[in-house]
């Protein structure tokens, strides 16, 4: 080989190193969570590739709100979903983010609401591997540590690496809320002879335990259940009312029951959960005007017992009056009723796959 | 600066990445109590009795701060001192230990520095000349809530490490498997189930590989629990409607029921399944049938029909024999009871009869019929010639211990304990004298000393053979894609 055509020969393979090298930069920054979804699930970015195929804008989206729920960074979970794309895992996370900010019944209505699975996503044997590692997080926010333990648990069985930090970080935690420590050790440990992981893993050591992480874990403790029940493993809202039974203060498995009844369309559920006393919310007004309407209680002493205020019965009142003058139809209710339980109430309908 | 001065300066921060990056050990924390790793040492070999044709015990010092290890073997006039918190074993240097040890000790002295203190103990390894059966087979599958991926059955040869799949995940579709059983510790003999579309009860008989469909109109499920008479021609099961659930407070996790159970028996020479009046009443659930080890009963688990899952924490079932007629397949009647739950408190699980016919073991929860979610639930052991119990005290810890089989010469059972994490069953293996004595058990040992931290699977059902099966993953394959099922009426 000539020395003319040796250095052809480098400056090609440099061009297409740089090439591929600068492919890499931009995929990187085009798709920033795809990259730390893998790191999540103890996977290459080749990996990930080969286990989950590209990434389109969607996806991207997807796995962000998935980090960082992981990360309970709300902020950015609700940046996240902010933009509705009428998808579940979306409505999940924005549910959830709503929740964390206290709001999740007065943000209900503002969003796309596959039903139930809006609030709970279900996990079974045509649930993604993707749905079922989220499907986790929001019980390990309600407090509920058998069904965050066992969704990490699925989540890593059916992660490409059947590991993670994703899952092991979850099972160490819900371990140390519900006290108990020999599990939590194991992954601990994991955690521990991660580079990634090290640090956070130190400090969970119960003797490590910050005064904040501290109050954190007895937080989450106060609110596990101290009834045994055996339930199924999709009784979402005997588990939330169990959850109550043990603490009623739970204000967000109290909002988390109160709108799976009103999602599920369910108000006699709805006004058995319902204690004014302990939340409020307009949501719980339009539901409560829907129900007292059809049992003829429209009196005052129950506008009083249930807060519902002057100008949410005139708006209900108009919603009535446009819904009987149409004869049922929608089409003039929308544009001012649209984000209104009524509106849900009346005029939403199950897509058939749900 | 030169240039060989710059190349020196790059070699040296290479190596001192290197050495940082390969220098590290593991780290053991965290340890000691109330953690999952409460033994000076891992596996806590302290005091075990293990065979004299296992392979070399590797275990590691728990000790974080612990420094300059010094671990000195010595049997008859063999000594080996192996150095640092590992200790890992040359398979020679092992091999000359175990034969100068069989059927005495292996004193051990344990040496280390705390700081600048020195601290060490005496500790003994107690080898029985009893060969155990060289080869274990077990399902590793995630705790992972009646589901599944990527499965494989196991077959471990125990005096080495090595290790081969007997069916997998690859070779199926990543279909589901239940777990392998050896009838009386045959390799020759024994069998597993695929689940699902093509599947079937995979019959290894003498060598020869069967894949049957081991129901019919008759029976309320596929077979799930069960075992192969000693003559290989008859099987007996049990139907089950399983329901999985979970329990909301106290660390229990997973609770799984039945909320119907009856026994069938298999006949592999006449493809038929039998029924039997005794054995399939509603109002009563019969599950877990073995075989006696002269295969003139079986043995089960039965409980009376109850509501459930309110009713669950109700559910205890007796242990109860019945005649078997081995010329005809027959379960006759009525069943004796030789362990009773009322009499008891507790609820008797997965029987199984010695080969040599002297010892029943199964295990006792407080309730149920799944116990290894049940941090209560214990293995217990008759002894058939007096009918009394044999003290299994040194072997039972305080995580669900349950999933034991014999070794062909009923001198050491193995069984699969959550001790410690709790949460990933792991086997271990206690040996029986003539006299009843039960040794403390060991865990099956491993290459890296380290295996179980990085563990995230449990053994699940590990089995006893004296010789390996003769098939392999890509064998059970090829059946499961080319041979089709043989149906049984």
């Not at chain 1, 730390?36 to 962000?64: C, F, T």
């Not at chain 1, 980090?67 to 009428?86: H, K």
């Not at chain 2, 777990?179 to 003498?206: P, T, V």
Request: hydrophobic fraction near 40%; include cysteine; proline fraction near 5%.
């Amino acid at each position: 080989m000539s020395r003319k055509t040796r250095r052809t020969l480098g400056i090609i393979l440099a061009v297409a190193a740089l090439a591929a090298g600068g492919s890499q930069l931009a995929f990187l920054a085009r798709y920033p969570y795809f990259r730390k979804y893998a790191a999540q699930n103890g996977i290459s970015l080749s990996e990930a590739r080969k286990a989950w195929g590209h990434p389109d804008k969607l996806s991207e989206v997807a796995m962000g709100l998935a980090v960082e729920a992981a990360n309970e960074n709300w902020q950015a979970v609700a940046a996240l979903a902010a933009e509705d794309r009428q998808a579940e895992v979306g409505t999940y996370y924005y549910n959830l983010a709503n929740a964390m900010q206290g709001q999740l019944p007065d943000k209900l209505m503002d969003y796309y609401q596959p039903f139930e699975r809006g609030l709970f996503l279900p996990v079974g044997s045509h649930s993604t591997p993707f749905i079922i590692a989220c499907a986790g997080d929001v019980w390990f926010e309600l407090g509920y540590m058998p069904l965050a333990e066992r969704d990490a648990m699925l989540g890593m069985l059916f992660s490409p690496a059947h590991t993670g930090s994703r899952y092991l970080r979850r099972l160490a935690e819900t371990n140390l809320v519900t006290g108990d420590f020999e599990a939590a050790s194991k992954y601990l440990r994991i955690l521990l002879n991660s580079p990634g992981d090290r640090e956070w893993a130190a400090e969970r050591f119960p003797d490590a335990w910050s005064p904040e992480y501290r109050q954190r874990i007895m937080e989450k403790r106060a609110l596990l259940p101290r009834i045994d029940l055996v339930h199924g493993m999709d009784q979402a809202p005997l588990i939330l009312r169990v959850m109550l039974g043990s603490n009623p203060s739970n204000k967000m498995a109290l909002d988390y029951l109160l709108c799976y009844d009103l999602l599920t369309k369910d108000l006699d559920a709805f006004v058995g959960d319902f204690d004014p006393s302990l939340t409020r919310s307009r949501l719980y007004e339009e539901a409560m005007l829907i129900f007292l309407a059809s049992k003829g209680g429209m009196t005052e002493d129950n506008f009083s017992h249930y807060h519902i205020s002057p100008q949410t019965i005139a708006q209900f009142n108009r919603f009535v009056t446009i819904y009987k003058q149409d004869g049922g139809s929608g089409r003039n209710l929308s544009a001012e009723f649209g984000k209104s339980y009524w509106y849900y109430f009346y005029f939403a309908a199950k897509n058939e796959k749900n | 600066m030169r240039r060989t001065d710059a190349i020196l300066c790059g070699l040296s921060v290479l190596a001192l990445f290197l050495l940082l990056a390969c220098g590290r050990e593991y780290d053991v924390r965290p340890s000691g109590t109330g953690t999952d790793r409460t033994s000076v040492i891992f596996p806590n070999y302290q005091d075990v009795t293990i065979p004299c044709n296992i392979a070399p015990l590797n275990f590691y010092y728990t000790d974080p701060a612990g420094a300059r290890y010094a671990t000195t073997f010595t049997a008859g006039s063999v000594s080996f001192t192996v150095k640092g918190r590992e200790v890992v074993w040359k398979d020679r240097n092992w091999r000359r230990l175990l034969e100068a040890a069989a059927g005495n000790d292996i004193e051990v002295v344990s040496a280390w520095r705390e700081g600048d203190i020195p601290v060490s103990f005496r500790w003994k390894i107690h080898v029985s000349p009893d060969n155990i059966d060289p080869y274990l087979t077990y399902r590793l599958i995630e705790p992972g809530f009646e589901v599944w991926d990527d499965l494989e059955i196991i077959e471990r040869h125990l005096e080495s490490f090595e290790t081969r799949a007997i069916s997998d995940w690859r070779n199926t579709g990543n279909r589901c498997m239940n777990c392998h059983i050896h009838a009386q510790g045959r390799g020759d003999l024994s069998m597993f189930y695929l689940r699902g579309e093509g599947g079937g009860a995979i019959l290894n008989r003498d060598g020869k590989l069967r894949k049957l469909t081991l129901k019919d109109s008759l029976m309320i499920s596929p077979t799930v629990y069960g075992e192969i008479h000693p003559d290989g021609r008859f099987g007996v099961f049990s139907t089950n409607i399983i329901v999985p659930a979970m329990h909301s407070a106290g660390g229990r996790r997973m609770e799984v029921f039945d909320t119907a159970s009856d026994l069938c028996v298999a006949d592999f020479d006449a493809n038929k399944m039998l029924i039997f009046p005794e054995t399939a009443r509603k109002e009563t659930f019969e599950t877990f049938p073995v075989f006696s080890a002269d295969g003139q009963s079986v043995y089960y688990c039965t409980a009376q029909a109850r509501q459930l899952p309110a009713e669950v924490e109700l559910m205890r079932y007796s242990l109860v024999r019945i005649p078997f007629d081995a010329e005809t397949g027959t379960l006759g009647g009525p069943a004796d009871t030789v362990w009773s739950a009322a009499a008891h408190g507790g609820s008797a699980c997965h029987p199984k009869a010695s080969p040599d016919g002297r010892w029943l073991l199964f295990t006792v929860a407080a309730y149920g019929t799944f116990p290894i979610n049940h941090r209560e639930c214990n293995l217990f052991m008759l002894d058939l010639r007096t009918g009394e119990p044999v003290s299994l005290d040194l072997v039972n810890d305080d995580k669900s211990d349950t999933y034991h089989s014999w070794s062909s010469d009923s001198k050491w059972f193995v069984f699969a304990s959550k001790r410690g994490d709790g949460m990933f069953g792991k086997p271990y293996f206690s040996h029986i004298a003539e006299d009843g004595t039960v040794t403390r058990p060991f865990l099956l040992p491993q290459k890296d000393p380290h295996y179980y931290d990085k563990m995230l699977r449990s053994f699940n059902v590990p089995d006893l053979g004296n010789a390996p099966v003769r098939f392999d993953a890509r064998e059970i394959g090829r059946i499961l894609k080319e041979v089709p099922a043989e149906q049984f009426e």
